[in-house]
C-alpha cells in the first residue's frame, strides 16, 4: 500500500514580531487535521512549528497534490488565521494569498513538500524545518547528504546506496526541472546547484527503483507568487533513512556546519542557518540566525510513530535532534558567524544584491533617492 507524507506549512500570524504562533492557532490547526482523521481524508497528522511557521505533516492515501488534503491544510491555516486576528496577533493571515481555495494550496502561499511511497518494513522519516530561509538552504546540506562520500560514508561502504542518487533540480527564473544522476555528472551539478538564488533542488530519488524516491523539498517562492514582498518562503525538507538511504547521523551532520543562506531580517540579509530544537526555534537575533529543526518520526502502516507508545492521532512526539548538546557546538560558530556579519550592517554581502532581496521595496527608496537628485536612470 502505498502512502503520501505532506507537509504543508504556513505562516499566518506570531506573536509580537515574525518570531512565533501563539498556542490557540496550533489547536485550531489540530482541530481541523482531527476532523479530516475522522472523515478518513487523512490517517495520521502531527502539528509542529519553526519560527512563525506552522507545519501540517500529515499521512493519506490521496498522492501528491491531492485536493482534499491540500484544502484540509488551507482550511487549517484559515482556522489559525481567525485565532491569530481574533488575538490581535501580528501579520494575521500572512501566507494566505487568496481569498478561496481552488484545488491546489501550490501558488495560493502556504509551502508544500510531500512523497508517495511504499513503506519499508521499518520506515524511519526526518523532517528538517527552517524559518527566516528560502528553499535554496537545503542546496548544500543535501548535496552533502546525497552526493558527498567525505559525509555519507554509505556511498562508499553500503552497496545499497554506492551507485548513488537521482537529484531534480528546480530553475526558479525558468520553472523547468532538470535531472542530475550522481555521482557521474557531479561537475555539472554543481555548475548549477551553486547558485542559492536561481536553483533549488525539488527531489531526491535512488537509482534502485524498488526503494524510490528518497527525498522531497518545497520549493514555493511567496514573492514570486504575489510579485512584491510578503513573506520568507521558509522551507520544509523531508527524507526517508536508514536501509538503502542516508543513515539518520548522515542526514544529521551536514548541520554541524552552519552554512551561509539568504535570508534572515527582512529576507534581504546573509546569514549562518542555526540548528535548534522547537523550543529554541524561536528567531530573536536580528530575527534570526535563520533556524533549522530537524524531528524524526516512523511510519507503520497508516500510523506515524513518534517517542511514546500509542499516542492518538494528532499526539505524536517526534524525536527532536538538535535539542541536543552535540549541536551545541554548531550553535556555538553560528552565533559567531552571526554577529561577525551584522558588523558589515547595510553593506553588501551580508546585505543581499537588490535583485536577490525578497523586500522588493528597497526599489521605491533607491527611485525616490534619484527623483531628488534628478537623476534619470532609464533601466529602473
Ligand atoms: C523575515 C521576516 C522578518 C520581517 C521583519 C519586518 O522573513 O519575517 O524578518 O521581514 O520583521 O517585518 P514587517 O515588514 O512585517 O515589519
Ligand atoms: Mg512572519
Ligand atoms: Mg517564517
Known amino acids: 500500500m502505498a502512502v503520501t507524507l505532506s507537509d504543508i506549512k504556513g505562516d499566518v500570524g506570531s506573536i509580537a ?61 484559515k482556522a489559525a488565521t481567525e485565532e491569530a486576528q481574533s488575538l490581535g496577533l501580528y501579520a494575521a493571515g500572512q501566507d494566505l494569498l487568496k481569498d478561496a481555495f481552488s484545488g491546489n494550496v501550490k501558488g495560493m502561499g502556504p509551502g508544500v513538500a510531500e512523497m508517495e511511497f511504499e513503506p519499508r518494513k521499518a520506515e524511519p522519516i526526518v523532517l528538517f524545518m527552517a524559518d527566516k530561509t528560502s528553499p535554496s538552504a537545503f542546496n548544500i546540506p543535501l548535496s552533502k547528504i546525497y552526493a558527498d562520500p567525505f559525509t555519507t560514508s554509505g556511498l562508499v561502504i553500503d552497496p545499497r546506496l554506492h551507485d548513488g542518487f537521482m ?47 528518497a527525498a522531497s523539498v518545497s520549493t514555493e517562492k511567496l514573492s514570486k507568487i504575489a510579485g512584491k514582498y510578503v513573506g520568507k518562503d521558509d522551507p520544509v525538507a523531508m527524507a526517508r533513512a536508514q536501509s538503502g538511504f542516508p543513515a539518520v547521523g548522515e542526514l544529521l551532520q551536514p548541520f554541524m556546519t552552519p552554512y551561509l543562506v539568504p535570508g534572515w531580517m527582512r529576507g534581504s540579509h546573509v546569514g549562518p542557518l542555526y540548528p ?70 547595510p553593506f553588501m554581502f551580508e546585505r543581499l544584491p537588490e535583485e536577490e532581496m525578497e523586500y522588493t521595496t528597497l526599489n521605491e527608496v533607491l527611485k525616490k533617492i534619484f527623483e531628488k537628485r534628478n537623476v534619470k536612470n532609464k533601466n529602473r
Open 17 to 77: 514580531g515574525h518570531v512565533k504562533p501563539h498556542i490557540n492557532q496550533i489547536k485550531a490547526a489540530e482541530r481541523v487535521l482531527k476532523g479530516a482523521t475522522e472523515k478518513k481524508v487523512i490517517h495520521d497528522f502531527f502539528v509542529s512549528r519553526v519560527g512563525d511557521d506552522i507545519h501540517m505533516v500529515m499521512l493519506h492515501e490521496n498522492g501528491e497534490d491531492a485536493k482534499e488534503v491540500h484544502e484540509t491544510a488551507w482550511n487549517a491555516l
Open 167 to 213: 537529484i531534480q533540480v528546480l530553475d526558479q527564473k525558468m520553472g523547468d526541472v532538470l535531472e542530475f544522476s550522481l555521482p557521474e555528472e557531479l561537475h555539472d551539478y554543481l555548475a548549477i546547484i551553486g547558485d542559492l538564488v536561481r536553483f533549488s533542488i525539488k527531489k531526491v530519488f535512488s537509482k534502485d527503483k524498488k526503494l524510490g524516491i
Open 276 to 345: 535548534c530544537s522547537v523550543d529554541e526555534a524561536n528567531p530573536t537575533y536580528f530575527d534570526g540566525p535563520p533556524r533549522i529543526v530537524a524531528l524524526g518520526f516512523m511510519i507503520k502502516g497508516n500510523r506515524l510513530i513518534g517517542e511514546e507508545s500509542d499516542p492518538q492521532p494528532g499526539s505524536h512526539k517526534p524525536v527532536d535532534y538538535f535539542r541536543g548538546e552535540e549541536f551545541g557546538y554548531a550553535r556555538n560558530i553560528a552565533m559567531n558567524i552571526a554577529t561577525y556579519m551584522r558588523q558589515h550592517g
